[in-house]
């Protein structure tokens, strides 16, 4: 079993992490969403949905919570392993298409921004996330561009929302390629109707990511999706892995503030949205 986990299956020119996915959309996610993507538009080459718009969501999984300081996802740069897909894909979900609306993914993009607390502009030391919601039911929704605001109430933190430069309307239709755990309503999220499922044949996420890997094109990461703005500058703090110590770089238009290690093993950074 270690032998074959440690096949080599794809490369990687850079490393590949997730130490912040609360705080900015990670290259692990963006890499999920691809294969999605991938997926769902070769299942759909014949049909009519086939010329819609397609997004991909995925999820914040295994970025620390109850799993501990340890429980976070890191690809170093170089041979991409087998074990790595496992980590991409630790619940075995199948990939699912649904015929969607803008309203559609703006109420799933206000369900998954619930996991931040509600932010106070000018108050000191204050959570960013809500430990009580766990990070794999937050979604990124890949191809979209949109701004989350913290310090609004829960289910009108979604203040910019566009597709290909133009907002995003209600009625206009789109294919979200997403998971079967979703569909079914996983993490809270609205269950789809029978008539939003498209007659794609179910493919395990695992068996998307090799191929998607190995394109032409496998390195080329989607346009980052989405990022928190507020108002005024806020200041909150996101529990990490001590790792990400080493890659404080990539957060630095939120101006990073190391806070040291608590009793658990996680790093405090103090971010300004």
Not at 191 to 212: D, G, R, T
Not at 216 to 245: E, I, K
Not at 252 to 257: E, I, K, V
């Amino acid at each position: 079993t270690r032998a074959d986990l440690s096949t080599p299956i794809a490369t990687t020119d850079a490393a590949l992490h997730n130490y912040f996915s609360l705080v900015k959309p990670t290259s692990t996610a963006a890499v999920s969403a691809t294969a999605k993507v991938r997926a769902v538009r070769r299942a759909l080459v014949e049909r009519p949905e086939g010329s819609l718009p397609i997004v991909a969501t995925a999820s914040a999984h295994t970025a620390g919570g109850r799993g501990g300081a340890d429980h976070y996802l890191h690809i170093p740069k170089g041979p991409i392993l087998r074990r790595h897909v496992a980590g991409l894909d630790p619940y075995l979900n199948d990939i699912w298409a649904l015929r969607v609306s803008g309203a559609d993914l703006r109420g799933i993009l206000e369900h998954a921004a619930r996991i931040y607390t509600s932010l106070v502009p000018g108050r000191t030391h204050q959570w960013l996330v809500d430990s009580r919601v766990p990070s794999f039911d937050f979604d990124t929704i890949f191809g979209l561009d949109y701004t989350i605001d913290p310090t609004r109430p829960i289910g009108q933190r979604i203040t910019s929302l566009r597709y290909a430069g133009a907002v995003v309307m209600p009625e206009q239709p789109f294919v979200l390629a997403t998971s079967q755990f979703r569909v079914a309503g996983g993490g809270g999220y609205q269950p789809a109707e029978k008539h939003q499922i498209l007659p794609c044949a179910p493919m395990p996420l695992s068996q998307a990511l090799v191929p998607a890997l190995n394109a032409p094109d496998g390195a080329a990461l989607p346009p980052v999706p989405w990022h928190l703005t507020c108002q005024s500058p806020t200041t909150a703090v996101l529990r990490t892995s001590p790792d990400a110590r080493a890659v404080l770089e990539e957060l630095a238009g939120y101006a990073p503030q190391d806070l040291g290690i608590d009793g658990e093993g996680f790093l405090h950074l103090q971010v300004t949205l």
